[in-house]
Protein backbone atom coordinates (compact mmCIF):
# COMPACT_ATOMS: atom_id res chain seq x y z
CA UNK A 1 0.00 0.00 0.00
CA UNK A 2 1.51 3.38 -0.88
CA UNK A 3 1.59 5.47 1.96
CA UNK A 4 1.37 9.39 0.57
CA UNK A 5 4.07 11.97 2.60
CA UNK A 6 3.25 15.27 3.10
CA UNK A 7 5.36 17.82 5.18
CA UNK A 8 2.72 19.69 7.97
CA UNK A 9 2.76 21.87 10.94
CA UNK A 10 1.09 20.56 13.90
CA UNK A 11 -0.20 22.15 16.84
CA UNK A 12 0.99 25.27 15.20
CA UNK A 13 4.72 24.50 15.10
CA UNK A 14 6.23 23.26 12.31
CA UNK A 15 9.80 20.89 13.65
CA UNK A 16 11.68 18.37 11.94
CA UNK A 17 10.84 15.16 13.18
CA UNK A 18 14.00 12.78 14.73
CA UNK A 19 12.88 9.06 13.93
CA UNK A 20 13.01 6.88 17.37
CA UNK A 21 15.00 3.86 17.15
CA UNK A 22 12.43 1.31 18.01
CA UNK A 23 9.82 1.07 15.46
CA UNK A 24 6.36 0.28 16.38
CA UNK A 25 3.38 -0.47 14.22
CA UNK A 26 0.14 1.38 15.46
CA UNK A 27 -2.67 -1.08 16.54
CA UNK A 28 -5.99 -0.44 16.08
CA UNK A 29 -8.06 0.84 12.66
CA UNK A 30 -5.53 3.46 11.78
CA UNK A 31 -3.41 0.32 9.82
CA UNK A 32 -5.84 -0.44 8.10
CA UNK A 33 -5.80 3.77 6.64
CA UNK A 34 -5.08 4.71 2.91
CA UNK A 35 -2.57 6.54 4.18
CA UNK A 36 -0.69 9.03 6.57
CA UNK A 37 0.48 12.51 5.93
CA UNK A 38 3.48 12.94 8.26
CA UNK A 39 5.01 16.45 9.45
CA UNK A 40 6.75 18.13 12.39
CA UNK A 41 6.57 15.42 15.28
CA UNK A 42 2.37 14.53 13.79
CA UNK A 43 1.68 11.76 12.50
CA UNK A 44 -2.33 11.98 11.10
CA UNK A 45 -3.63 8.73 9.93
CA UNK A 46 -6.40 8.75 7.31
CA UNK A 47 -9.64 6.30 6.47
CA UNK A 48 -10.62 4.70 2.76
CA UNK A 49 -12.55 7.72 2.31
CA UNK A 50 -9.81 10.54 3.60
CA UNK A 51 -11.59 11.79 6.80
CA UNK A 52 -8.63 12.21 9.43
CA UNK A 53 -8.98 9.62 11.98
CA UNK A 54 -6.34 10.51 14.50
CA UNK A 55 -3.54 13.02 15.29
CA UNK A 56 -0.36 10.95 17.08
CA UNK A 57 2.47 12.98 18.09
CA UNK A 58 5.98 11.32 17.56
CA UNK A 59 7.55 10.79 21.24
CA UNK A 60 11.33 12.26 21.74
CA UNK A 61 13.43 9.20 22.82
CA UNK A 62 16.35 11.04 23.94
CA UNK A 63 16.51 14.07 25.46
CA UNK A 64 19.48 16.42 26.75
CA UNK A 65 18.65 19.23 29.17
CA UNK A 66 20.59 22.12 29.99
CA UNK A 67 18.36 23.98 32.97
CA UNK A 68 20.12 27.66 34.31
CA UNK A 69 17.86 28.14 37.44
CA UNK A 70 17.42 31.76 39.29
CA UNK A 71 18.81 33.52 42.07
CA UNK A 72 18.27 31.32 44.52
CA UNK A 73 20.52 30.15 47.52
CA UNK A 74 20.59 26.05 46.31
CA UNK A 75 23.59 23.99 45.18
CA UNK A 76 23.26 21.84 42.47
CA UNK A 77 22.72 18.46 45.09
CA UNK A 78 19.96 20.47 45.69
CA UNK A 79 18.46 21.14 42.94
CA UNK A 80 19.00 17.25 42.02
CA UNK A 81 17.06 16.80 45.54
CA UNK A 82 14.41 19.13 44.24
CA UNK A 83 13.81 17.79 40.56
CA UNK A 84 13.83 14.15 42.02
CA UNK A 85 10.89 15.23 44.75
CA UNK A 86 8.96 17.20 41.86
CA UNK A 87 8.84 14.54 39.27
CA UNK A 88 7.92 12.00 41.73
CA UNK A 89 4.94 13.67 42.58
CA UNK A 90 4.19 14.81 38.57
CA UNK A 91 4.47 11.37 37.96
CA UNK A 92 1.99 10.29 40.31
CA UNK A 93 -0.37 13.16 39.11
CA UNK A 94 0.08 12.42 35.17
CA UNK A 95 0.41 8.85 35.38
CA UNK A 96 3.55 7.32 34.63
CA UNK A 97 7.40 6.20 35.79
CA UNK A 98 10.29 8.51 36.29
CA UNK A 99 13.54 6.54 37.41
CA UNK A 100 15.80 9.94 38.52
CA UNK A 101 19.56 8.63 38.44
CA UNK A 102 22.14 10.17 41.38
CA UNK A 103 23.66 13.56 40.82
CA UNK A 104 27.11 12.80 39.04
CA UNK A 105 29.66 14.83 37.06
CA UNK A 106 31.02 13.74 33.92
CA UNK A 107 32.75 15.62 30.77
CA UNK A 108 29.71 18.19 30.31
CA UNK A 109 29.80 19.24 34.21
CA UNK A 110 27.53 17.74 36.85
CA UNK A 111 24.00 16.53 36.05
CA UNK A 112 21.75 12.96 36.22
CA UNK A 113 19.33 10.94 34.05
CA UNK A 114 15.81 10.36 34.13
CA UNK A 115 14.00 7.64 32.82
CA UNK A 116 10.53 8.52 32.27
CA UNK A 117 7.85 6.17 30.58
CA UNK A 118 4.23 4.54 30.08
CA UNK A 119 2.60 1.73 28.24
CA UNK A 120 3.27 3.90 25.27
CA UNK A 121 6.53 5.85 25.57
CA UNK A 122 9.54 5.90 26.91
CA UNK A 123 11.85 8.36 27.28
CA UNK A 124 15.86 9.03 28.48
CA UNK A 125 16.88 12.58 29.37
CA UNK A 126 20.24 14.04 30.64
CA UNK A 127 20.08 16.82 32.61
CA UNK A 128 22.63 19.02 33.53
CA UNK A 129 22.28 21.95 36.09
CA UNK A 130 23.62 25.24 35.05
CA UNK A 131 23.85 26.38 38.90
CA UNK A 132 25.13 30.16 39.95
CA UNK A 133 25.15 28.89 43.62
CA UNK A 134 28.93 30.44 43.91
CA UNK A 135 27.81 33.53 42.56
CA UNK A 136 25.32 33.92 45.62
CA UNK A 137 27.34 32.80 48.16
CA UNK A 138 29.44 35.37 47.25
CA UNK A 139 27.67 38.31 47.39
CA UNK A 140 25.31 36.60 50.82
CA UNK A 141 28.47 36.06 52.59
CA UNK A 142 29.87 39.38 52.93
CA UNK A 143 29.48 41.87 55.55
CA UNK A 144 25.66 43.27 56.18
CA UNK A 145 27.06 47.30 55.63
CA UNK A 146 28.69 45.86 52.69
CA UNK A 147 25.77 44.12 51.33
CA UNK A 148 23.48 47.20 52.22
CA UNK A 149 26.00 49.93 50.51
CA UNK A 150 26.13 48.06 47.29
CA UNK A 151 22.41 46.87 47.50
CA UNK A 152 21.59 50.82 47.49
CA UNK A 153 24.60 51.73 44.86
CA UNK A 154 23.08 48.62 42.44
CA UNK A 155 19.74 50.08 42.35
CA UNK A 156 21.08 53.66 41.83
CA UNK A 157 22.87 51.98 38.89
CA UNK A 158 19.69 50.58 37.80
CA UNK A 159 17.97 53.95 37.77
CA UNK A 160 20.49 55.67 36.05
CA UNK A 161 20.71 53.46 33.40
CA UNK A 162 17.33 53.58 32.63
CA UNK A 163 16.11 50.48 33.69
CA UNK A 164 13.31 51.88 36.44
CA UNK A 165 11.90 53.30 33.18
CA UNK A 166 11.93 50.36 31.30
CA UNK A 167 10.03 48.70 33.90
CA UNK A 168 7.62 50.90 34.47
CA UNK A 169 6.88 51.14 30.68
CA UNK A 170 6.45 47.58 29.99
CA UNK A 171 6.22 45.55 32.89
CA UNK A 172 4.50 48.23 36.00
CA UNK A 173 4.91 45.65 38.88
CA UNK A 174 8.06 44.46 38.21
CA UNK A 175 9.19 48.19 38.75
CA UNK A 176 7.36 48.22 42.07
CA UNK A 177 9.02 44.47 42.64
CA UNK A 178 12.19 46.75 41.90
CA UNK A 179 11.50 49.35 44.53
CA UNK A 180 10.12 47.17 47.39
CA UNK A 181 13.44 46.13 48.95
CA UNK A 182 14.75 49.66 48.99
CA UNK A 183 12.19 51.80 49.89
CA UNK A 184 11.85 48.95 53.06
CA UNK A 185 14.93 49.09 53.90
CA UNK A 186 15.13 52.88 53.46
CA UNK A 187 12.19 53.22 55.99
CA UNK A 188 13.59 51.13 58.77
CA UNK A 189 16.62 52.85 58.71
CA UNK A 190 14.80 56.27 58.28
CA UNK A 191 13.04 55.04 61.88
CA UNK A 192 16.03 53.85 63.47
CA UNK A 193 18.27 57.26 62.83
CA UNK A 194 15.25 59.21 64.11
CA UNK A 195 15.16 56.69 67.32
CA UNK A 196 19.00 57.77 67.16
CA UNK A 197 18.81 61.97 67.30
CA UNK A 198 15.55 61.88 69.92
CA UNK A 199 17.86 63.74 72.88
CA UNK A 200 17.94 65.88 69.37
CA UNK A 201 14.20 66.14 68.57
CA UNK A 202 13.46 66.47 72.58
CA UNK A 203 16.23 68.73 73.24
CA UNK A 204 17.91 66.42 75.83
CA UNK A 205 21.15 66.88 76.89
CA UNK A 206 24.29 65.45 74.69
CA UNK A 207 24.72 62.48 77.42
CA UNK A 208 21.00 61.56 76.16
CA UNK A 209 22.79 59.51 72.98
CA UNK A 210 24.09 57.05 75.31
CA UNK A 211 21.01 55.16 75.22
CA UNK A 212 19.58 56.69 72.27
CA UNK A 213 22.58 55.25 70.13
CA UNK A 214 22.21 51.57 71.34
CA UNK A 215 18.17 51.75 71.26
CA UNK A 216 18.30 52.74 67.58
CA UNK A 217 21.01 50.14 67.08
CA UNK A 218 18.90 47.08 69.07
CA UNK A 219 15.73 48.36 66.73
CA UNK A 220 17.79 48.29 63.30
CA UNK A 221 19.07 44.99 64.57
CA UNK A 222 16.16 43.50 66.09
CA UNK A 223 13.39 44.60 64.07
CA UNK A 224 13.85 46.08 61.51
CA UNK A 225 16.43 43.39 60.03
CA UNK A 226 14.14 40.74 60.85
CA UNK A 227 11.02 42.00 59.46
CA UNK A 228 12.63 42.85 56.24
CA UNK A 229 14.13 39.41 56.05
CA UNK A 230 10.26 38.31 55.88
CA UNK A 231 10.36 39.81 52.71
CA UNK A 232 13.70 38.97 51.43
CA UNK A 233 15.00 41.92 51.51
CA UNK A 234 18.72 41.18 51.78
CA UNK A 235 18.63 38.50 48.88
CA UNK A 236 16.91 40.80 46.69
CA UNK A 237 19.80 43.71 47.67
CA UNK A 238 21.96 40.79 46.29
CA UNK A 239 19.82 39.92 43.14
CA UNK A 240 19.66 43.42 42.06
CA UNK A 241 23.65 43.64 42.53
CA UNK A 242 23.57 40.17 39.95
CA UNK A 243 21.59 41.78 37.89
CA UNK A 244 23.78 44.99 37.32
CA UNK A 245 26.65 42.22 36.84
CA UNK A 246 24.76 40.01 34.38
CA UNK A 247 23.99 43.13 32.35
CA UNK A 248 26.96 43.97 31.49
CA UNK A 249 28.87 40.95 31.25
CA UNK A 250 32.41 42.10 33.25
CA UNK A 251 32.26 41.48 35.91
CA UNK A 252 35.24 39.14 36.17
CA UNK A 253 33.25 36.21 38.84
CA UNK A 254 30.08 36.58 35.70
CA UNK A 255 32.54 36.36 32.94
CA UNK A 256 34.27 33.23 35.04
CA UNK A 257 30.76 31.45 35.07
CA UNK A 258 29.94 32.26 31.58
CA UNK A 259 33.01 30.75 29.52
CA UNK A 260 32.76 27.60 32.32
CA UNK A 261 28.61 27.12 31.16
CA UNK A 262 29.70 27.40 27.89
CA UNK A 263 32.12 24.73 27.62
CA UNK A 264 29.40 23.01 29.59
CA UNK A 265 26.60 23.84 26.56
CA UNK A 266 29.47 22.69 23.74
CA UNK A 267 29.93 19.21 25.16
CA UNK A 268 26.31 19.00 26.16
CA UNK A 269 25.33 19.12 22.45
CA UNK A 270 27.76 17.02 21.53
CA UNK A 271 25.78 13.79 22.77
CA UNK A 272 23.21 12.63 20.70
CA UNK A 273 19.81 13.30 21.40
CA UNK A 274 16.03 13.59 19.70
CA UNK A 275 16.18 17.71 21.15
CA UNK A 276 18.02 19.75 22.72
CA UNK A 277 16.01 21.78 25.95
CA UNK A 278 18.16 24.93 27.45
CA UNK A 279 15.65 26.01 29.96
CA UNK A 280 16.29 28.39 32.38
CA UNK A 281 14.13 30.40 35.54
CA UNK A 282 14.00 34.00 36.07
CA UNK A 283 18.15 35.31 36.72
CA UNK A 284 18.83 32.31 35.22
CA UNK A 285 17.40 33.27 31.65
CA UNK A 286 19.70 36.52 31.09
CA UNK A 287 22.50 34.08 31.77
CA UNK A 288 21.40 31.32 29.56
CA UNK A 289 20.89 33.78 27.03
CA UNK A 290 24.65 34.93 27.50
CA UNK A 291 26.12 31.41 27.49
CA UNK A 292 23.80 30.71 24.17
CA UNK A 293 24.89 34.01 21.92
CA UNK A 294 28.43 33.75 23.33
CA UNK A 295 28.44 29.92 21.53
CA UNK A 296 26.47 30.81 18.49
CA UNK A 297 28.60 34.51 17.95
CA UNK A 298 32.30 31.87 18.35
CA UNK A 299 30.38 28.67 16.68
CA UNK A 300 27.80 30.30 13.94
CA UNK A 301 27.03 26.39 12.73
CA UNK A 302 27.28 24.78 16.45
CA UNK A 303 23.52 24.04 16.38
CA UNK A 304 23.55 22.70 12.92
CA UNK A 305 21.68 19.86 12.26
CA UNK A 306 19.91 20.20 16.15
CA UNK A 307 16.28 20.79 17.43
CA UNK A 308 17.08 23.22 20.29
CA UNK A 309 14.18 24.51 22.17
CA UNK A 310 14.91 27.32 24.56
CA UNK A 311 12.68 27.93 27.28
CA UNK A 312 12.69 30.39 29.64
CA UNK A 313 10.43 30.25 32.90
CA UNK A 314 9.29 33.81 34.59
CA UNK A 315 10.36 35.55 31.56
CA UNK A 316 12.73 38.22 33.31
CA UNK A 317 15.48 38.73 30.65
CA UNK A 318 14.30 42.08 30.79
CA UNK A 319 15.67 42.56 34.41
CA UNK A 320 18.61 42.97 32.87
CA UNK A 321 18.68 43.65 29.29
CA UNK A 322 16.71 47.25 29.65
CA UNK A 323 20.35 48.11 31.11
CA UNK A 324 22.20 50.40 29.12
CA UNK A 325 25.11 48.47 29.76
CA UNK A 326 23.42 44.92 28.44
CA UNK A 327 24.41 46.11 24.87
CA UNK A 328 25.91 42.55 24.46
CA UNK A 329 22.54 40.92 26.04
CA UNK A 330 20.23 42.48 23.65
CA UNK A 331 22.51 41.34 20.64
CA UNK A 332 22.50 37.75 21.99
CA UNK A 333 18.93 37.76 22.41
CA UNK A 334 18.68 38.66 18.29
CA UNK A 335 21.00 36.42 17.54
CA UNK A 336 19.61 33.67 19.09
CA UNK A 337 15.77 34.19 17.84
CA UNK A 338 17.14 34.19 14.16
CA UNK A 339 18.91 31.18 14.73
CA UNK A 340 16.84 28.72 12.60
CA UNK A 341 17.22 25.75 14.86
CA UNK A 342 16.27 27.56 18.25
CA UNK A 343 12.14 27.48 19.12
CA UNK A 344 11.57 30.21 21.85
CA UNK A 345 9.27 29.53 24.26
CA UNK A 346 8.49 32.02 27.20
CA UNK A 347 6.39 30.55 29.99
CA UNK A 348 4.50 33.62 31.83
CA UNK A 349 2.23 33.92 34.87
CA UNK A 350 -0.28 36.77 35.24
CA UNK A 351 -0.22 36.18 39.03
CA UNK A 352 3.89 36.24 39.17
CA UNK A 353 4.80 40.04 39.78
CA UNK A 354 8.83 38.64 38.60
CA UNK A 355 8.38 38.56 35.20
CA UNK A 356 6.82 40.64 32.42
CA UNK A 357 3.81 39.70 31.31
CA UNK A 358 2.68 39.14 27.80
CA UNK A 359 5.87 41.22 27.18
CA UNK A 360 7.87 40.29 23.66
CA UNK A 361 11.13 40.28 25.16
CA UNK A 362 13.07 40.40 21.19
CA UNK A 363 11.00 43.10 20.19
CA UNK A 364 12.05 45.06 23.42
CA UNK A 365 15.41 44.78 22.98
CA UNK A 366 16.09 46.19 19.56
CA UNK A 367 14.98 43.11 17.44
CA UNK A 368 11.15 44.00 16.55
CA UNK A 369 11.78 42.02 12.40
CA UNK A 370 13.26 38.84 14.14
CA UNK A 371 10.95 35.71 15.20
CA UNK A 372 9.15 36.16 18.15
CA UNK A 373 9.09 34.05 21.26
CA UNK A 374 6.39 32.05 21.42
CA UNK A 375 4.10 33.12 24.75
CA UNK A 376 2.66 30.07 26.91
CA UNK A 377 0.63 31.96 29.79
CA UNK A 378 -0.04 29.88 33.05
CA UNK A 379 -2.36 30.19 36.40
CA UNK A 380 -0.76 29.10 38.84
CA UNK A 381 -4.33 29.14 41.14
CA UNK A 382 -5.51 26.52 38.06
CA UNK A 383 -2.15 24.20 39.06
CA UNK A 384 -2.48 23.76 42.75
CA UNK A 385 -4.78 22.74 45.18
CA UNK A 386 -7.10 25.74 46.76
CA UNK A 387 -5.24 24.99 50.39
CA UNK A 388 -2.01 25.41 48.52
CA UNK A 389 -2.38 27.74 47.13
CA UNK A 390 -3.67 29.56 49.63
CA UNK A 391 -0.67 29.31 51.68
CA UNK A 392 1.72 30.49 48.83
CA UNK A 393 -0.54 33.14 47.28
CA UNK A 394 1.24 36.28 49.61
CA UNK A 395 4.81 34.83 48.96
CA UNK A 396 5.63 36.34 45.78
CA UNK A 397 8.97 34.40 45.78
CA UNK A 398 7.22 31.44 46.57
CA UNK A 399 5.00 31.82 43.42
CA UNK A 400 7.48 33.10 41.22
CA UNK A 401 9.43 29.29 41.96
CA UNK A 402 6.19 27.35 40.68
CA UNK A 403 7.20 27.18 37.12
CA UNK A 404 9.76 24.65 38.33
CA UNK A 405 7.77 23.11 41.75
CA UNK A 406 5.09 20.36 41.43
CA UNK A 407 1.94 20.78 41.11
CA UNK A 408 -1.28 19.41 42.52
CA UNK A 409 -3.05 18.44 39.56
CA UNK A 410 -2.42 18.38 35.81
CA UNK A 411 -2.55 21.70 33.81
CA UNK A 412 -1.41 23.29 30.80
CA UNK A 413 2.65 23.64 32.11
CA UNK A 414 4.68 21.19 33.75
CA UNK A 415 7.87 21.42 34.10
CA UNK A 416 8.87 17.76 34.53
CA UNK A 417 7.12 16.92 31.38
CA UNK A 418 8.92 19.88 29.59
CA UNK A 419 12.05 18.10 30.71
CA UNK A 420 11.75 14.42 30.89
CA UNK A 421 8.52 13.79 29.42
CA UNK A 422 7.60 12.38 25.61
CA UNK A 423 6.24 15.66 24.24
CA UNK A 424 8.48 17.83 22.36
CA UNK A 425 9.15 20.68 23.96
CA UNK A 426 8.28 22.99 21.18
CA UNK A 427 5.23 21.77 21.60
CA UNK A 428 4.66 23.11 24.90
CA UNK A 429 1.32 24.93 24.38
CA UNK A 430 -1.31 23.03 26.83
CA UNK A 431 -0.54 19.64 28.63
CA UNK A 432 -3.47 19.46 29.70
CA UNK A 433 -4.83 18.63 26.11
CA UNK A 434 -2.29 16.12 24.93
CA UNK A 435 -2.40 12.36 25.73
CA UNK A 436 0.30 9.56 25.98
CA UNK A 437 -2.51 7.53 23.97
CA UNK A 438 -1.43 10.09 20.63
CA UNK A 439 1.70 9.11 21.11
CA UNK A 440 4.15 6.86 18.70
CA UNK A 441 7.67 6.12 18.99
CA UNK A 442 8.58 6.53 15.25
CA UNK A 443 7.58 8.14 12.30
CA UNK A 444 8.58 5.32 10.01
CA UNK A 445 5.78 3.23 11.92
CA UNK A 446 3.14 4.26 9.37
CA UNK A 447 5.85 2.71 6.84
CA UNK A 448 6.37 -0.89 8.90
CA UNK A 449 2.37 -0.78 9.06
CA UNK A 450 1.66 -0.43 4.94
CA UNK A 451 4.89 -2.12 4.00
CA UNK A 452 4.34 -5.31 2.14
CA UNK A 453 3.21 -7.93 4.18
CA UNK A 454 2.48 -6.16 7.33
CA UNK A 455 0.29 -7.76 9.47
Request: proline share 5%.
Amino acid sequence: MQVKTKIMPCFGHAIDAVPHKRPVVPKGPEKSGIGAETGGNCLVYYSKDMNVRAKMTVAIGKRVVLHFPGFEKMTTAGHHGRFLRTAAQMAKVWGFSADIGPLAADASGAGFTVVAGSDTWQTTSRIHICDHDTLVDELAERPLANRLLTGFRSAAQVVVQGGLAGYFRHGWRFALFFLFPFLLMLSGIGISLGLAALPQWLSLAYWHYLWSLPLAGAFFRYAVLPFAERFYTLHLFSDWEMAVAVASGKASSVERYLEDRLETLRRALEEEADEYVISSHSMGSSLAVQVLGMLLERQPQALAGKRVVFVTLGGAILQCALLRSATNLRRRVGLIARTPEVSWLEVQCLTDPINFYKSRVVAITGHPSAPQAALVTIRVKHLLSPERYARIKRDFLRVHRQYVLNADRRGSFDFTLLTSGPFPAALTTDYAARSFQDLVPALNAVENASAPGAP
